[in-house]
């Protein structure tokens, strides 16, 4: 068994580390259960799982305030826990059901909040990337302070629009955070074997857009370095990129039989660099957390996920009329 890093000393409060904890436990046992309804049938068409990525989008939305904006690809479940968006509305959608934050009509790759200023996940690889870049445009329009964080993976950083996008929001100054998910393989494909640069963020130095990479398995690390981004955003001097290094523990979707990796590379990953256990561990030997009480925030994770099938399972499907709603903006 490979040796895992030993966990260094933090200054983070033992509260905020308990929140990482549960909101990352959140999402991994969340998917861990959508997983478990793709097999049964519940739900269908593709099914993304963010399982491994968990400290990204928790550690962000930490560096995050209040009318912040975020929009990201279809792996987006994680994204829409660590916002706020209610689990059991989450599972619901993605079972088609009329209980769904899309009222069942949008499904693993399409929901929304407009309270929560998710904007979405997208199918097509890397139409989210200048729809980002329109929603840092209206906030430095409307000289609000906002930042939006649009998050795209190492596959879709090869797109052209991205390379569009970066050139409009350095000459613009868009107060915009692009963050590469760095998952190493895109859809099937190791990086080394796509990608011609082995750091994808010195992209934007064509552009002026400075950036740097971050532990991605490192719930600190990734909030300290959102931060840093968000500070320059919000200082008014243009677009950050973030390259977070991470790893997905599954396939690129649940039909994906990820044969382009060893099973022994992902055990390694998680016995090494887990997100998850990291924190764990901080907590325990800080003296913030028993494994007592770290037993309980699983109970109730694991209790708010199978509340949240159930939610799912006895929600109906959408009427047929409602097929012709939320077609229009209101006027």
């Not at 097509?124 to 939006?148: E, W």
């Not at 907590?283 to 939610?311: C, R």
Request: hydrophobic share 35%; charged share 25%.
């Amino acid at each position: 068994m490979a040796a895992k890093k030993p966990a260094k000393k933090s200054n983070t409060s033992g509260d905020e580390l308990k929140a990482y904890y549960r909101d990352m436990l959140l999402i991994r046992r969340f998917e861990e259960k959508a997983g478990q309804l793709y097999g049964m049938g519940l739900i269908g068409g593709f099914c993304h799982l963010y399982i491994g990525q968990e400290a990204v989008v928790v550690g962000l939305e930490a560096s995050a305030e209040e009318g912040d904006k975020r929009i990201t690809s279809y792996r987006d479940h994680g994204h829409m826990l660590a916002c706020g968006m209610e689990p059991g509305g989450v599972m619901a959608e993605l079972t088609g059901r009329e209980g769904g934050l899309s009222k069942g009509k949008g499904g693993s790759m399409h929901m929304f909040s407009k309270e929560k200023h998710f904007y979405g996940g997208h199918g097509i690889v890397a139409a989210q990337v200048p729809l980002g870049a329109g929603l840092a445009f209206a906030d430095k329009y409307q000289d609000n302070g906002r930042v939006t964080f649009t998050y795209f993976g190492d596959g879709a950083a090869n797109q052209g629009q991205v390379y569009e996008t970066f050139n409009m929001a350095a000459l613009w100054d868009l107060p915009v955070v692009f963050v590469i998910e760095n998952n190493k393989y895109a859809m099937g494909t190791a990086q080394q074997r796509s990608t011609s640069s082995p750091d994808i963020h010195t992209r934007g130095e064509a552009f002026g857009i400075p950036g740097e990479t971050v532990d991605g398995m490192d719930v600190l690390a990734v909030k300290a370095a959102g931060e840093k981004a968000v500070a320059h955003c919000r200082a008014g001097k243009g677009p950050y990129i973030l390259e977070v290094m991470t790893y997905r523990y599954r396939g690129h979707s649940m039909s994906d039989p990820a044969k382009y990796r060893t099973r022994e590379e992902v055990q390694r990953v998680r016995e090494k660099s887990d997100a998850i256990e990291h924190v764990r561990e901080l907590l325990t030997t800080g003296g913030h957390a028993t494994e007592d009480d770290l037993k309980a925030i699983d109970k109730e994770i694991k209790g708010i996920v199978n509340d949240a099938a159930e939610f799912a399972r006895q929600s109906p499907e959408p009427a047929l009329d409602e097929l012709w709603t939320d077609i229009y903006a209101e006027a």
